[in-house]
Antibody, heavy 122, light 107 residues
């Protein structure tokens, strides 16, 4: 059974860089696509971006200038960096895996982490 | 950006009832719409992909229908474990977007 677990600081100061790591258990990160999604308090889910097993990335245009997603296959982890954060970046951050059948992958998410709350405050 | 509007915001039903949840897109998303179940403190669970396909391991009481701008998730007979929050998500264009959710609560 695949499991994903987010880790990282729960509090980040304004203007600093938010850094989170997602560890994949029970499966290889060297296949599939790996995503970051967030949910600000009282608001809807927002797709931040994804990285493929080969390292190609795609970012939400609304965040593109501040986002970097990277993958480390040796540790079965992928990471999110969001720079120049403000209070608007306060959210629960989820990592998630693309849903794949035997024939193809889809831009839906079948395995998610539990989510980690990151608060931006001085 | 495609906006997904879910209705109703809250659905109050009893176990055994039929639940019908709606998701309307601000423009056509063809059949590229999925549904998730989310319980507090748990990871979201993919139920339906591409409008009408059940994801791996999802019980047959969950079904999806629709195309274009109007979609429906139906739970044919609610089990106690089905009371949760439900989201729709489109993958028609990048970035995929989510609806605000429908809460299915016990009446």
């Amino acid at each position: 059974q695949v499991q994903l677990q987010e880790s990282g600081p729960g509090l980040v100061k304004p203007s600093e860089t938010l850094s989170l790591t997602c560890t994949v258990f029970g499966g290889s990160i060297s296949t599939n696509y790996w995503n970051w999604i967030r949910q600000p308090p009282g608001k809807g889910l927002e797709w931040i971006g994804y990285i493929s097993y080969s390292g190609s990335t795609n970012y939400n245009p609304s965040l593109k200038s501040r986002v970097t997603i990277s993958v480390e296959t040796s540790t079965n982890q992928f990471s999110l960096k969001l720079s120049s954060v403000t209070a608007a970046d306060t959210a629960v951050y989820y990592c998630a895996r693309d849903y794949c059948t035997s024939s193809r992958c889809y831009d839906y998410f079948d395995y998610w982490g539990q989510g980690t709350l990151v608060t931006v405050s001085s | 950006e495609i906006v997904l509007t879910q209705s109703p915001a809250t659905l109050s039903l009893s176990p055994g009832d039929r639940a019908t949840l709606s998701c309307r897109a601000s423009q056509s998303v063809s059949s590229y719409l999925g549904w998730y179940q989310h319980k507090p403190g748990q990871a979201p669970r993919l139920l339906i992909y591409d409008a009408s396909n059940r994801a791996t391991g999802i019980p047959a009481r969950f079904s999806g229908s629709g195309s274009g701008t109007d979609f429906t998730l139906t739970i044919s007979s609610l089990e106690p474990e089905d009371f949760a929050l439900y989201y729709c998500q489109q993958r028609y264009n990048w970035p995929g977007t989510f609806g605000q959710g429908t809460k299915v609560e016990i009446k």
